[in-house]
């Protein structure tokens, strides 16, 4: 490994780590400054395994051993800072190993990411950053094959979209729609039955519809609070509910992803 020792919170070096609590901002700067930031040192050593590679690493030096397996081949600084500098410069307490600037990918064509799915999971402007990360764990977990995000919807490699995901992000393909695309017409041409996870008076319970599920299903959820929009319900196939009780009328977006995909995936269990 490279190393380098910083001992001042305004080192250039550490441009990319600087503010990393501003999400409005790493949201604007991260596509189109072409980075993206992964924390902890499970989470880097998933992400270079997936072929993304650093443009740098900070780090305290208690964290540098468990660092040297994984960048020991890559040819990107470590820069190697006191646990004050490392706070002053992302504005929160860094306690999980490592934080890395890792160059982005290019995003997967759709039909790329499309073509060997059964299940894809369609995340239509969701807002929260955790939910994403942690609808992408339930995907990997689960065994949805692929994951759809719209064009407004967070960040899959925000930070804390990777650090809810443990990882799992750079396990699932995943793609971003384009400005004012809808993936119903791909979808149907690949041969998805869409349905939308809503709650509607007219909705199949969710185990009625995996009981006779089509071979491939596009599952969509819409944003926090207001759910799916009315031209994604107008899109789908069929609208599908997960019967509650307890006078709660549904669950978090994330925790409904993870329950429809259990259910959808029975007939393979």
């Known amino acids: 490994m490279h190393i380098e020792h910083v001992h001042d919170a305004a080192d250039p070096r550490l441009a990319e780590y600087r503010g990393l609590t501003d999400t409005a901002l790493r949201r604007l700067q991260e596509p189109e400054g072409g980075l993206y930031i992964a924390e902890s040192a499970k989470v880097i050593e998933r992400a ?41 410069v992302t504005g929160f307490a860094v306690h999980r190993g490592a934080l890395a600037s890792m160059h982005r990918p290019a995003l997967r064509p759709l039909d790329e990411v499309l073509r060997d799915a059964r299940l894809v999971l369609v995340l239509d402007d969701l807002i929260e950053h955790t939910n994403v990360g942690a609808a992408f764990r339930a995907a990997a977990g689960l065994g949805a094959d ?19 995901s443990m990882g799992t992000v750079f396990q699932v393909p995943w793609t971003r729609l384009a400005a004012g695309a809808s993936p119903a017409e791909a979808l149907r041409a690949q041969g998805f039955d869409i349905a939308a996870l809503a709650l509607r008076d007219d909705a199949v319970p969710l185990d009625a519809y995996a009981a006779q599920r089509p071979a491939k299903v596009a599952l969509m959820l819409g944003t926090e609070g207001d759910g799916l929009s009315a031209a994604a319900m107008a899109a789908a196939d069929v609208v599908v509910t997960i019967p509650m009780r307890g006078g709660v009328d549904s669950l978090n977006v994330a925790s409904a992803a993870a329950v429809a995909i259990w259910e959808l995936t029975r007939p393979e269990r």
């Open 146 to 164: 692929a994951v759809i995000v719209s064009e407004r919807c967070a960040d899959p490699l925000y930070r804390r979209s990777v650090k809810v």
């Open 48 to 88: 270079v395994a997936a072929g993304h590679a650093p443009r740098s690493v900070m780090t305290q030096a208690r964290w540098v051993p468990g660092l040297e397996e994984t960048l020991a081949e890559l040819d990107a600084p470590v820069y190697v800072v006191p646990d004050a500098v490392a706070e002053q």
